[in-house]
């Protein structure tokens, strides 16, 4: 009994073993496909989650699929990403997910210049929860620096900034932004049009970037990616290929 055992056991550890090795390699597999079709420089960070993988790969269906990517460029925006797709299937010429979060992470340093904001001159975070914006404004004429502490939210497919209050260090003096009227009325930045499916479902400042956050249900991603040429360098090339 004591041998049999032992054997048993060598054998279900082997398979385990050789399961995660298949997820590993298959996650590999995934992350330089997604390097091309996203014209990244470095390959995202891929995990195959649930147990068994060989089971899932046998009936195209898969648990859980995270990604976690360091730099993503969309449009005038970029930043860190990180997405959880949940029961991943094929489907004819596409890959389908029942759900599918993303949240991408920006910079300060490099939203400010995106969020066309008059006389902006630096993005940070407040330590409240809030969007701490930096701008030089008029008052009485002349040009002074003060400092807005903002809520940032999503309206449809935008984000919103809205001021909550106002600081101007010259005179030590902080006051509710609606004390200011059009001065410190919300400012409305339009963001990335969306893939079918998907919907921004909230803003959020944190200390690292403002987060965006992105979900739905019934996702639908085309297997033919392309090849990623947009991309100059490594992740130009080779990707078709990769594809395979």
């Known amino acids: 009994m004591i041998i049999t055992g032992a054997v048993l056991g060598g054998l279900v550890a082997a398979g385990s073993a050789g399961d995660r090795y298949a997820a590993t390699s298959a996650a590999d597999r995934l992350a330089e496909r997604l390097r091309c079709a996203a014209g990244l420089t470095e390959p ?3 995990t195959l989650g649930g147990i068994p993988f060989l089971t899932q790969l046998a009936r195209g269906r898969f648990d859980e699929v995270r990604v976690t990517a360091a730099s993503v460029t969309v449009g005038r925006f970029s930043g860190g990403l990180r997405a959880t797709a949940r029961q991943v299937r094929t489907a004819g010429d596409a890959f389908r997910a029942a759900s599918l979060t993303v949240t991408a992470t920006m910079s300060y ?31 009485l004429g002349r040009d002074v620096p003060v400092v807005v502490h ?9 984000l919103v900034v809205r001021p909550v209050e106002v600081e101007i260090p010259v005179i030590g003096v902080r006051l509710p932004a609606a004390q200011l009227g059009e001065k410190a009325a919300p400012r409305t930045i339009p963001l990335p049009e969306l893939p079918g499916g998907l919907h921004y479902r909230g803003a959020e400042a944190a200390e690292d970037g403002l987060q965006i956050t992105v979900d739905g249900t019934d996702v639908a991603v085309p297997r033919d990616t392309g090849t990623g040429a947009t991309a100059g360098g490594r992740a130009g ?4 290929e990769n594809q395979r």
Request: aromatic letters at 2%.
């Open 237 to 240: 090339r080779d990707c078709g």
């Open 150 to 158: 903002a809520v940032p939210e999503i309206a449809g497919d935008a």
């Open 109 to 139: 340093a490099g939203t400010a210049a995106s969020t066309g904001v008059a006389g902006l001159s630096g993005l940070g975070y407040d330590g409240a929860g809030r969007l701490r914006m930096a701008v030089t404004t008029q008052v």
């Open 44 to 46: 995202p960070e891929v």
